[in-house]
């Protein structure tokens, strides 16, 4: 379940510089593939990680770096810029930096070495600064999951990027001590190589090196002549085996140019390359180009859809045979999940965080089961369309589950042999993660959701999204008292013909026993394979704009006006898929009230 989303971009065309666009594998495809491949999968975790265990990124510390000069420039208490965050605030302090003509643009790969400099000229006060910025950093569930793995063999080798001791730290604890892991940097770079000639795992490389070592690089110059051999060391290891990156923006030009050269003309990542993004994060050209790259040279290379770094090991952790039953054994780390809460009567207002997720109180208890011989579900795509029938059907163990009238279904199954055609329960247990059931309810969920009035529906993959349909859907419904985030609902863009559109990304969840509708408001610009890279910059930064001041009562505005066109105005609404009674129909129903999380009086 997820809190109001921040602020955002979503272009439907990811600007890729060449090459097709890279489709991204889900989540639990490549929990059944890393089931197979795990002691063949290298792991890569990037700053995504630290933040997991409270550290700042290297986003985080250039906006840092920026408040801190500007405030001394101007000669401000740090009452005067309260959240840097904010991008106002952030605009104003690129605004002024911009002026001065001698720092780097905006999103550059030297930003970060070029502000820390400016910011402490001496290499013994950057230390400090991280010093004390990663001593606040313990380790999250990922990292202990991750150290799981490590005892159990299914984690050989990790390299990183970061700075901070959280991977050793949790290492540490679940390997029993600090000798098992053989850890490399800068400053030991033979280390790594020594560990893979003589087999001895797990190891952990540190391609920036540790800030505890001498060897530590701040400025831009010494990250340009990063350590040669333990650049080395992870193209040769690439060679080798597959790797799995996680929390890494890929903006390090030297590692980008490692890992490319690591595709050894498709000899190299002989156990696959995965790179994982969130959901409507864009990655940076120079990632999906080495997966453009590496796919087109035979390797197994896919971008992943995971929401962050802690879920993905969660949901590793709950699915491999070897680590399932000890997941309790993390003791000292916060599962990434909500809990169980009683609600208390509270006599006065209270702070409260509201979420986009839905409670569906009534959702279908069975569907129709067909045995037969047809194959996946897209064979059963295809006979559903060859037949020319309206169900939704997906493809389970157990045969093929279906909801619509009974004369459809069998219609298009009849040529592959019906061998029983049956119920068959939906078990709670089996909507939990992602399977043929869940599948199931949850497009028979959006089917219901596409019929409300005034809303069109796209599908992408476990998703969909909806648009307001033009003229049936006013403005003035996303609008209240004190907020007033949008004018329009669609148009085109200023000097471009490039149209956009306010939509609404559609998820579901299974937490808390309950199944949960998740709401994420989001701008699109449906920018064609071919724009130019102008058009394609301006409309990015059209939807930024839009977005940016989408903050606590604008998101809550966003977020009540998309629930009264899919629920209305009543507390509930009932809603069904088909509308039939000759067969085996999904109905829901949704709740209007959003879950929120709270502080309450005792």
């Not at 190891?203 to 990250?223: I, P, Q, R």
């Not at 939509?503 to 989001?522: N, T």
């Not at 009562?553 to 009932?574: K, V």
Request: hydrophobic share 40%; proline share 5%; glycine share 8%.
């Amino acid at each position: 379940m997820n809190l109001l989303p921040s602020s955002r971009e979503t272009l439907d065309a990811e600007p890729a510089p060449a090459g097709p666009v890279v489709r991204a594998l889900d989540t639990p495809a490549f929990l059944r593939l890393f089931q197979l491949r795990a002691a063949q999968i290298m792991w890569f975790v990037g700053a995504g990680a630290s933040r997991a265990a409270g550290i700042k990124t290297a986003g985080d510390m250039i906006w840092d770096f920026k408040q801190r000069l500007y405030r001394s420039q101007k000669k401000l208490p740090p009452s005067a810029i309260t959240d840097i965050g904010e991008p106002a605030v952030q605009r104003k302090l690129q605004a002024h930096f911009d002026a001065l003509g001698s720092f780097p643009p905006a999103g550059s790969e030297t930003e970060y070495s070029a502000y820390f400099e400016a910011t402490y000229h001496s290499a013994k006060d950057r230390r400090s600064y991280l010093d004390e910025l990663i001593a606040r950093g313990k380790p999250s569930f990922g990292h202990h999951a991750l150290a799981m793995l490590m005892a159990e063999d299914l984690c050989r080798v990790v390299w990183s990027t970061n700075f901070d001791r959280t991977v050793e730290d949790a290492a540490a604890e679940r390997l029993g001590g600090t000798g098992r892991l053989v850890v490399g940097d800068l400053k030991e770079p033979g280390r790594v190589r020594r560990a893979f000639d003589e087999n001895r795992w797990p190891v952990y490389g540190k391609l920036h090196g540790d800030y505890h070592s001498d060897a530590l690089k701040n400025t831009d110059a010494e990250l340009r002549q990063q350590d040669v051999e333990m650049r080395r060391n992870l193209i040769d290891a690439g060679r080798r085996q597959g790797l799995a990156i996680i929390g890494y923006s890929g903006r390090d030009a030297s590692i980008m140019e490692a890992l490319t050269e690591a595709l050894d003309d498709g000899r190299g990542f002989p156990g696959g390359l995965f790179w994982f993004k969130r959901g409507h994060d864009t990655p940076y050209p120079a990632v999906t180009e080495l997966i453009d790259r590496a796919r087109a040279l035979g390797i197994d290379a896919h971008l992943v859809e995971a929401e962050s770094f802690d879920e993905l090991f969660s949901d590793l952790l709950r699915y491999l045979p070897q680590t399932a039953e000890k997941i309790a054994a993390l003791t000292g780390a916060a599962r990434p999940r909500l809990a169980k809460a009683t609600p208390r009567i509270s006599t006065g207002s209270v702070p409260a965080i509201r979420m986009n997720a839905l409670a569906v109180t009534s959702r279908p208890a069975l569907c129709r089961i067909v045995d037969c011989t047809i194959g996946g579900d897209k064979e059963i795509d295809e006979a559903i369309a060859k037949a020319a029938v309206d169900i939704i059907a997906h493809r389970t163990r157990d045969g093929v589950l279906a909801f619509g009238r009974d004369a459809d279904i069998r219609a298009a199954f009849e040529p592959f042999g019906i061998k029983a055609f049956d119920q068959h329960p939906l078990s709670d247990k089996r909507l939990f993660k992602e399977g043929g059931e869940r599948a199931l309810v949850r497009d028979a969920l959006f089917r219901s959701i596409a019929q409300r009035p005034g809303l069109t529906i796209e599908r992408r993959r476990n998703r969909a999204r909806l648009r307001p349909v033009p003229g049936q859907v006013q403005p003035a419904v996303f609008n209240t008292d004190t907020a007033k985030p949008v004018d329009r609902l669609a148009g085109l863009i200023p000097k471009t013909e490039v149209p956009w559109s306010e939509a609404c990304e559609l998820r579901v969840d299974y937490r808390l026993d309950r199944f949960w509708l998740l709401l994420d408001p989001v701008v699109i610009a449906d920018l064609g394979a071919d724009a130019p890279e102008d058009v394609i910059e301006t409309s990015r930064e059209f939807v930024r704009e839009r977005r940016a001041r989408r903050h606590n009562r604008f998101a809550n505005a966003m977020i009540e006006g998309w629930i009264t066109l899919i629920i209305g105005r009543e507390p509930s609404i009932r809603l069904k898929s088909f509308g039939i009674a000759d067969g085996i129909d999904a109905e829901f129903e949704i709740l209007r009230t959003s879950a929120f999380s709270g502080i309450g009086k005792a």
